[in-house]
T-cell receptor, first 114, second 116 residues
Framework: NAGVTQTPKFQVLKTGQSMTLQCAQD?????MSWYRQDPGMGLRLIHY???????DQGEVPNGYNVSRSTTEDFPLRLLSAAPSQTSVYFC?????????????FGPGTRLLVL | GENVEQHPSTLSVQEGDSAVIKCTYS??????FPWYKQELGKGPQLIID?????GEKKDQRIAVTLNKTAKHFSLHITETQPEDSAVYFC???????????????FGQGTILTVHP
């Protein structure tokens, strides 16, 4: 098992550009989520999904879109990048959609928006 | 929604000493409290968790205690070693109910440094 994989590892964008952060898991987990990590603020939930075709907003969803067409993949799209979106992004998955316990995190994507 | 406060933000100890990190939560419906360890350049990894029907749980050198009445929980690391140096996050979760799905809310993190 590769677990949770994320690509790219690093990315530099200019303000206004769009991009997609990829996330995949091979554990057949129903629950997948995206967090951003900023200094002194912990991990904040952006969007999450409890299964293919089902997504919902987290704490900080503005400026991000998600879709879940398969159980394995959960991409995060930045529509028009802003400097405030400079952060480290983590994708995570969990077996149960009812209680997202024991979340497995990917290695993260470091994003810099100039 | 849930709010989780974590203290201290940084903690420095000598090898062999104990380390304690404390978290408080706001939602009395929260019933699952995990602790994650994040090493430099990596994603967080679950190290221990506790459910609301248990007051304490131990796993070798680490333990977690929960006080539901006061709505706080703590991570205890005994006999600390340099490899314990990392960022530690607490979190709180409620199960799904009605039309809502379970979500984890994280604390702000504690940078633990263990000096040899």
């Amino acid at each position: 098992n590769a677990g949770v994989t994320q690509t790219p590892k690093f990315q530099v964008l200019k303000t206004g550009q769009s991009m997609t952060l990829q996330c995949a898991q091979d554990m057949n987990h129903e629950y997948m989520s995206w967090y951003r990590q900023d200094p002194g603020m912990g991990l904040r939930l952006i969007h999450y999904s409890v299964g293919a075709g089902i997504t919902d907003q987290g704490e900080v969803p503005n400026g991000y879109n998600v879709s879940r067409s398969t159980t394995e993949d959960f991409p995060l799209r930045l529509l028009s990048a802003a400097p405030s979106q400079t952060s480290v992004y983590f994708c995570a998955s969990s077996y149960s959609k009812l209680a997202p316990e024991t979340q497995y995190f990917g290695p993260g994507t470091r994003l810099l928006v100039l | 929604g849930e709010n989780v406060e974590q203290h201290p933000s940084t903690l420095s100890v000598q090898e062999g000493d104990s380390a304690v990190i404390k978290c408080t939560y706001s939602d009395s419906a929260s019933n699952y409290f995990p602790w994650y360890k994040q090493e430099l350049g990596k994603g967080p990894q679950l190290i221990i968790d506790i459910r609301s029907n248990v007051g304490e749980k131990k796993d070798q050198r680490i333990a977690v205690t929960l006080n539901k009445t006061a709505k706080h929980f703590s991570l205890h690391i005994t006999e600390t070693q340099p490899e314990d140096s990392a960022v530690y996050f607490c979190a709180a979760s409620t199960n799904a109910g009605g039309t809502s799905y379970g979500k984890l809310t994280f604390g702000q993190g504690t940078i633990l440094t263990v000096h040899p």
